[in-house]
């Protein structure tokens, strides 16, 4: 039987181009995650791996999706080569248990774990520059202004939050937030 695997790191990502490639590859049965590849509790991943059998083919589009760092990638994949198990890489072809197969499999795991760390890295400059600046703030933007809320909880004062929110598009959780924030509770 032919498994795929699809996974994005981040919750506001999407998987629709990894499942439409594994589709499109014949794949019997998909299991996908939305975690981070640096966090080894990926429930479906594990699922996946406890249902593939001997002669089965675990395929997934980018090595990267698979595993971050080359230790787990290595370990994996030879864990799953004891087992009977084949891996298919879609933008690299079968991974073959042989010492070629197993060289490229280590290089390639090795770049897909330094572009990773090269992607912290800038992140991270980029973080200590933003920081440098008067005006940084961490986190996410505010998606409305004080003057939006204000008015928001003014309207509070003789509407239902339902009708509040048909309004003005501010939803009741922000409204309780804002409502806790400006009597100063947490």
Do not use: W
Request: charged share 30%.
């Amino acid at each position: 039987m032919k498994y795929g695997y699809a996974r994005v790191s981040t919750l506001h990502q999407e998987l629709e181009s990894q499942l439409q490639a594994l589709m499109k590859e014949g794949c019997d049965k998909i299991y996908s995650d939305k975690f981070t590849g640096t966090k080894t509790d990926r429930p479906q991943f594990s699922k996946l791996l406890q249902q593939l059998q001997e002669g089965d083919t675990l395929v997934v589009t980018k090595l990267d999706r698979f595993a971050r760092t080359t230790a787990d990638g290595i370990n994996t994949i030879k864990g799953l080569f004891e087992r009977g198990i084949k891996v298919h890489v879609l933008n690299m072809g079968l991974v073959e248990d042989t010492p070629t197969g197993r060289l490229i499999l280590n290089v390639m795991l090795a770049f897909a774990e330094f572009e990773r760390d090269m992607i912290v890295e800038r992140t991270q400059e980029g973080k200590a520059i933003a920081k440098q600046r008067d005006d940084f703030r961490e986190g996410r933007p505010n998606k409305y202004t004080k003057k939006q809320i204000a008015h928001a909880l003014k309207l509070l004062e003789t509407n239902s939050y339902k009708q509040v929110d048909e309004m003005t598009g501010i939803s009741k959780s922000t409204l309780i937030r804002a409502k806790r924030k400006d009597r100063g509770i947490k």
